[in-house]
């Protein structure tokens, strides 16, 4: 079974210009998760999907960031315009069930100079 | 913090000994876990420990857990180069989310 899988692995963009990060959760699990870890910093949850719909989005920075999760299988991060700030490691994680541990992807390092 | 303090916030050892990390939260909880991030990178769970449980082995890794003092201890033993990393403990909140401490940068000089 394929784990949960992130691209691209690392990005390196300038301030002002847009990213766009991709997960695909493992075949089956309903719940995504996106996490960041900024500047070595603790991880902070972002969003969290069931399906398409947005579960809880509390985590979400600002409206510079948007998530989506069309058809309820992969999900992308849009960061637009980027900010120096946006710096740090973009982590996925799914989950079939929410009591069960989650399986995270490599995450994607997103550089913004 | 939204978790809670882990300490130290960095440990440097030398191979062969023992490390030992903190972690403290702030609501009740089902379970513990902890994470293990490598060279910036990937996310990978180590352990979970249920409140029910006290202590809970997986390889050489040792967890604790005190529901009472809300705190948890990760202990690794026979540390190795490779245990090089950033070591975060998480609770989960509603919907599943996890919750993170501030993590333990964990340096193991061969």
């Known amino acids: 079974e394929a784990g949960v899988t992130q691209f691209p692995s690392h990005s390196v963009i300038e301030k002002g210009q847009t990213v766009t990060l991709r997960c695909d959760p493992i075949s089956g699990h309903d719940n995504l998760y996106w996490y960041r870890r900024v500047m070595g910093k603790e991880i902070k949850f972002l969003l969290h999907?069931?399906?398409?719909?947005?579960?809880?989005e509390s985590g979400m920075p600002n409206n510079r960031f948007l998530a989506e999760r069309t058809g309820g299988t992969y999900s992308t991060l849009k960061v637009q315009p980027a900010e120096l700030e946006d710096s740090g490691v973009y982590f996925c994680a799914s989950t079939k069930s929410r009591g069960s541990a989650p399986f995270f992807g490599p995450g994607t390092r997103l550089t913004v100079l | 913090s939204q978790q809670g303090e882990e300490d130290p916030q960095a440990l440097s050892i030398q191979e062969g000994e023992n490390a030992t990390m903190n972690c403290s939260y702030k609501?009740?909880?089902?379970?513990l876990q902890w994470y293990r991030q490598n060279s910036g990178r990937g996310l990978v769970h180590l352990i979970l420990i249920r409140s029910n449980e006290r202590e809970k082995h997986s390889g050489r890794l040792r967890v604790t857990l005190d529901t009472s003092k809300k705190s948890s201890s990760l202990l690794i033993t026979a540390s190795r180069a490779a245990d090089t990393a950033s070591y975060f403990c998480a609770t989960v909140r509603e919907g599943g989310k996890l919750i993170f401490g501030q993590g333990t940068e964990l340096s193991v000089k061969p």
């Open positions: 609501t009740s909880i089902n379970n």
């Open positions: 999907f069931v399906k398409e719909s947005k579960q809880d």
